[in-house]
């Protein structure tokens, strides 16, 4: 009976091993069983217990707390009205205070903090182990705020209404249980909601189609549908977006991760816009909507090229009527890194071979006018908080050895002044950066960045760190990362920043090139930048490893097991592994847009000569990989990580393996468990590569 079963099994197009393999570690994807949880603490024993009695493995955790819980931090501001909000944590606060001070104040610099929440008294009176997820305020007052709260850390949040002139949550607001979704005001009494509503009013991704209006003083139940998706969707969402003081509610339903359709409700209908279904909305200023383009657009015979921003006359789009005007169209070597709004200007950030500008834009009689702010150069560009009453906003710089600086601007008067800088945690003056190009298998040049000791020596033997990510349309800018200063740069490190395809570092065309069918570029990509490390004699693969969380981690994953002779050490974090199961897990079925779909033979074709769970051979000198994902990860289910794990050691493989029992997505909750990770890793890198 069992011959025959295999012989059947050896007909299917998938290897025979790998049915086996599905069957025999299936049970770790039961996050909360029993055992389950016991494989988990074992695992984490082992692990730490190793990785700990590494020599300086507690000078680099004590290190490390300390640059996060430094006071002397940026206290990074968020504009609501005439107060400014921050979420801080340190040493007293590990989980976190929400707290506010006038605007004027912190514009002044005499600041006065007020805690408005304590998450850590929170969680103490509770027995919750609360994660402040974010606070949505009512425009243009913000006197209140509905509060996203996550037990552990996870993407699910429970939202409570609180009230800022009172400091305490209301007691008959607006509260929702536990779910994945969206929720804002529409007004002080109504709020748009997208939650689970109950049975079959989620889509397989585990997202909410359907967006309601729902009245203050009514119970959910009997809110307003105002939309509904198809439970195939990833997701259906609404809010409302200002313009001045008219506002508009817009709904979306997402039908890929990249494409969906967009409605506005007015006179109680919903109402398309006919904009192309990969569009990116990014502001509506002036009775302009800003969109980016993600493919070429025909409109009226023109065509406007892929990664073009543009905007139309809206209350004209409301009409079916297009109404176009161009404000940046990008070249090969550009792409827009964000966009934001002041109350009259338009903010773009333009990234030019992965170094950022700063540009502010003025429509004007049908066209916009830009103006190029004199921002620092060769770092990276993020628009920080604007203000919605006037032109004011904060804006940062930073590169690898150039600490993170706070800037406060005027975008009508183009001038900015630094308000504060991130202290300097290591002497950079030791170290430099370059950039290089590698040539791909393809031949496209690949940019990525490399930070090292002036006097280093290219004689193959400095250990070597390449962190890359390759996805999403996601751009890896340099940053000033203080604890891999102290914990690898300073231990003769070298830090390396591969801007592979799939990432957004050259816009649209850039990710696409890794899409689905062509995601082999991005693997090669990164082995390019390998070699090219090897060549220059900056490293060997004795002493190179490579680092990469969430769909890095599946990036890592690949690389190890197709090219085991490349690296000495792979730190994989949060990953995806298991490309069979992909789509059945958790969010999953979102990513199919980036993926493909591994249930349809066509596409399982292309993704099973990559996926990593699948590829894995006894008798090949892998590296000693180490897994970190954490068990209340509702985006990624860590049951990837768990079973890599299993299966490398069921086939003999010794590897590290931990996973940490909060913090979602992020893998970490508190600056301590943040800490301990640093340390684990970079003890793990030492060991294996220096």
Not at 441 to 467: C, I
Not at 585 to 604: H, I, Q, R
């Amino acid at each position: 009976m069992k011959k025959s079963i295999l012989i059947l099994l050896s007909m299917i197009s998938i290897n025979t091993t790998l049915i086996a393999q599905e069957d025999k570690f299936q049970w770790l994807e039961d996050v909360d069983s029993q055992k389950s949880l016991e494989y988990v603490e074992a695992q984490n024993k082992m692990t730490l217990e190793k990785l700990s009695q590494y020599k300086d493995y507690q000078t680099i955790y004590e290190k490390s707390l300390a640059i996060y819980n430094a006071t002397d931090r940026i206290a990074s501001p968020s504009i609501q009205g005439k107060y400014v909000y921050n979420f801080w944590k340190d040493k007293e606060h590990p989980r976190g205070i929400w707290r506010r001070c006038l605007l004027e104040d912190y514009l002044n610099k005499t600041i006065k903090w007020e805690t408005l929440l304590d998450i850590d008294e929170m969680a103490k009176t509770d027995a919750i182990k609360w994660v402040f997820k974010g606070a949505s305020g009512l425009h243009p007052n913000y006197d209140r705020f509905l509060i996203s709260l996550s037990k552990g850390g996870g993407d699910a949040v429970i939202v409570r209404e609180y009230d800022a002139v009172k400091k305490e949550f209301i007691a008959d607001g607006f509260t929702m249980p536990e779910s994945k979704g969206s929720v804002s005001y529409a007004d002080e009494n109504t709020v748009i909601v997208a939650t689970n509503f109950g049975e079959n009013t989620m889509t397989t991704s585990g997202y909410p189609r359907q967006v309601k209006l729902w009245k203050r003083e009514t119970t959910i139940t009997q809110a307003q549908l105002l939309f509904e998706g198809e439970v195939t969707d990833v997701s259906s969402s609404g809010n409302v977006m200002h313009d001045g003081d008219t506002k508009y509610i817009m709904l979306r339903r997402g039908t890929t991760f990249y494409t969906g359709k967009m409605f506005v409700w007015q006179d109680n209908k919903s109402i398309p816009l006919d904009l192309p279904d990969d569009v990116e909305v990014q502001a509506l200023l002036n009775n302009q909507l800003v969109v980016q383009l993600k493919s070429d657009w025909i409109v009226n015979g023109k065509t406007y090229t892929s990664g073009t921003l543009l905007s139309l006359t809206f209350t004209e789009l409301l009409k079916g009527k297009k109404e176009l005007a161009v404000i940046v169209v990008p070249d090969a070597l550009s792409s827009i890194d964000g966009v934001s709004k002041t109350k009259t200007k338009l903010l773009v950030n333009k990234l030019t071979d992965v170094t950022g500008a700063l540009y502010s834009y003025t429509f004007s009689n049908g066209k916009w006018t830009s103006q190029k702010m004199d921002t620092p150069s060769l770092g990276t560009i993020s628009i920080g908080s604007t203000d919605s009453n006037s032109d004011r906003f904060f804006f940062y710089y930073q590169n690898f050895i150039v600490p993170s600086k706070l800037y406060l601007a005027d975008a009508t008067k183009n001038t900015f002044e630094e308000y504060q800088s991130l202290p300097a945690y290591f002497d950079a003056s030791k170290y430099e950066v370059k950039q290089f190009k590698a040539k791909s298998k393809d031949g496209t040049l690949v940019p990525y960045f490399v930070v090292h000791a002036k006097n280093m020596k290219y004689d193959g033997s400095n250990p070597t760190l390449v962190y890359a990510y390759g996805g999403f349309e996601i751009a890896s800018n340099p940053s000033y990362n203080a604890t891999n200063g102290v914990s690898w740069l300073d231990y003769g490190g070298v830090y390396v920043l591969a801007n592979i395809r799939g990432g957004g570092e050259y816009g649209p065309q850039w990710h696409q090139a890794g899409l689905k069918e062509k995601r082999q570029n991005v693997f090669d990509d990164l082995y390019a930048v390998s070699e090219d490390l090897i060549t220059k004699k900056i490293t060997s693969a004795k002493h190179m490893g490579v680092m990469g969380g969430s769909n890095g981690g599946l990036l890592v994953g690949v690389a190890f097991t197709q090219r085991p002779d490349l690296y000495n050490a792979v730190v994989c974090m949060v990953p995806l592994l298991d490309m069979q199961r992909f789509n059945k897990l958790l969010a999953g079925a979102s990513w199919m847009g980036e993926y493909g779909n591994p249930d349809k033979p066509e596409e399982w074709a292309f993704i099973k000569k990559y996926s990593p769970y699948h590829n894995l051979k006894k008798g090949t000198n892998y590296p000693e990989v180490f897994f970190y994902t954490s068990t209340r990860d509702d985006r990624v289910h860590p049951g990837h990580a768990r079973k890599m794990n299993a299966l490398m050691n069921d086939m003999g493989y010794s590897t590290f393996y931990y996973e940490n029992t909060e913090g979602g997505h992020a893998g970490a909750s508190t600056n301590e468990q943040t800490a301990q990770r640093n340390a684990m890793t970079f003890a793990y890198l030492l060991m294996k590569l220096k």
